[in-house]
């Protein structure tokens, strides 16, 4: 997972906000916690290890354009 900028279309501009809900902080707990199995799985396997993060990773992208959605549209 990559760190977004403050400005994009994830997050808006809004240079200063405060940190991630906590709800992002398990999330990338969740991930560190995959990665982790994933590389002793397919430790060498490099484009298995990389297709095997793909539901998460697709899944975190949708919640967070939903995020972007309610908070711009509510």
Do not use: N, W
């Not at 977004?4 to 501009?13: A, E, K, Q, R």
């Not at 809004?14 to 902080?25: D, I, Y």
């Not at 697709?58 to 995020?67: H, I, N, T, Y």
């Amino acid at each position: 997972m990559s760190l977004i900028s403050l400005v994009s279309p994830l997050t808006g501009d809004r240079p200063g906000c405060s940190g991630p809900p906590a709800h992002h902080l398990d999330t990338g707990h969740s991930y560190v916690k995959l990665k982790r199995s994933l590389a002793q799985r397919f430790c060498t396997d490099r484009a298995a290890y990389t297709a095997a993060k793909t539901a998460f990773i697709d899944d975190v992208v949708a919640r967070a354009l939903s995020e972007q959605s309610l908070r711009r549209d509510g």
